[in-house]
């Protein structure tokens, strides 16, 4: 069994890894010390002998919780593959053929299923929890890249200057907007999760509403 402290280092170290963090394994292995203010050769030490088997672990445990979410909601297979390929990284149309549909199908009627458009919210919500420790801890760095560049980095500059009554020295201090960074970081974030404001917004209406109004629709309506 591991230790939270073993357990919170290896998360770290798996951010990293999800952020391209550095260009070696040191690098990573620094970061973890500066984090966790722990000597650096026990961190290295837990890294190398846990890393593997805790990712196999965590990976396990992730796609327990949420084929129990799937189960839940008693979706077809189509339905079951069709968000699975979709949070794997796969665009709406990709994901509605290999899992399956009609090229004829439209996939706004895939995710206009209640019970779709139900379990999408649920793993969606679980995304958002699961923030800055879970299989999508990189959504953490760019959530952090959005807001710093919202926010501005503040500079300051030294002027150095001599005049007849001595030595002057002048601050200047600006604060820059990244938003360029802000708009690919936001860009990224929704692209990871797999929809658009707006379509989330969709999705949340007819899941209230198939609630209210006790929709039943099966995927072969969709067909």
Known sequence: NLTEEQIEALEIYIELELTKFGKTKKDKYAEVQRRTKRNIHTITSWISRHLKKYKEIRAELEEERNA??????????????????????????????????SPKTKVANIERNPKVANSMAELREICFQDIRYGALANLNALV????????????????????PDGRVISKTVKKEKQLGASVSAAKEINSMLGYKVVDEAKSKQLALLSREDDIVVSDEDFE
Do not use: C, F, H, M
């Not at 979410?69 to 077809?76: A, D």
């Not at 709406?92 to 399956?100: F, P, V």
């Not at 952090?144 to 005049?163: C, F, H, M």
């Open 144 to 163: 952090e890249i959005r807001n710093k560049g919202i926010a501005g980095v503040e500079t300051t500059e030294y002027t150095d200057e001599s005049n």
């Open 68 to 101: 129990k979410i799937l189960n839940y909601q008693r979706l077809t297979k189509k339905s079951e593959k069709y968000i699975y390929y979709r949070y794997s990284g796969l665009g709406r149309e990709e994901a509605k053929l290999k899992a399956g549909y």
